[in-house]
């Protein structure tokens, strides 16, 4: 496998980089072994907090609907809160 070369800064739009790093398990069901990841110099380990499991492929819709939502926010100039609503129709 070759490595990638890493951009100075991860853009949120460019799914591609977040689907090349393992911020969620694939499985279908809880992993709480954690994902250790190194590419070049960069290094991770991803897991879930406390004794809870780590984020699965399902909670990725979920962070993704939030990220646009985010990155919408701040090219219309609206100010960015850590803080984002939604109907369940529009996250659903």
Do not use: N
Not at 11 to 19: G, T, Y
Not at 43 to 71: E, F, K, N
């Amino acid at each position: 496998m070759s490595a990638r070369p890493v951009p100075p800064v991860l853009s949120p739009c460019l799914l591609i980089d977040l689907m090349s790093w393992p911020f969620f398990s694939l499985s279908k069901s809880p992993r709480h072994v954690p994902v250790s990841f190194a590419m070049g110099r960069v290094t991770m380990q991803v897991s879930g907090r406390d004794d809870s499991p780590m984020a699965t492929i399902w909670d990725a819709d979920i962070l993704i609907w939030a990220v646009s939502r985010l990155v919408a926010a701040r090219r219309r100039g609206i100010p960015v809160s850590p803080r984002v609503q939604g109907s369940m129709s529009e996250v659903l």
